[in-house]
């Protein structure tokens, strides 16, 4: 499975997926970019690169879908502040900051599961200690101890 999926954007705003010969979706590259594949979208007519276009649409639909993509201040502040400041950010900062979350997401999850696997672990050797105790046996034996010499008494 090649890297890049080649897609080819008409004036139609149809896209066609150049490895499959097949027309496609915003939907199904979503589904492509999920399954860790990275697209690239040109123009057909321009030859221009129009993969940040197409991605923009993808996420803007999402967000129309589910209703929520970024907090309205944070869209005030982009649409005020556009190519200056915010920008230079997202230019800058925040894919590394995404990758920089999603690591320490995987590191934790990583660790709670290595915790969680240990748990079971101790579980299992606990229950096979605590079979051959009785932790009331020396009490009892106490019983049967008195209960022996009482009936040697009769």
Sequence with gaps: MPDKVKLKKYANRRLYDMEKS?????????DLIRQGRQVEVIDSKSKEDVTASILSQIILEEAK??????????LHLIIQYGDNVLGEFFEKYLQQMIQTY???KHAVDDQFNKWLEMGMDFSKITQKTMAGITPFK???D??????GKQEQKK
């Design 138 to 140: 020396s009490f009892f």
């Design 142 to 147: 106490q019983f049967s101890s008195l209960s």
């Design 22 to 30: 097949a027309y496609v979706t915003l939907n199904q590259v979503a």
């Design 65 to 74: 879908n589910k209703n929520i993509l970024l907090p309205v201040p944070v």
């Design 102 to 104: 999603l690591a320490h």
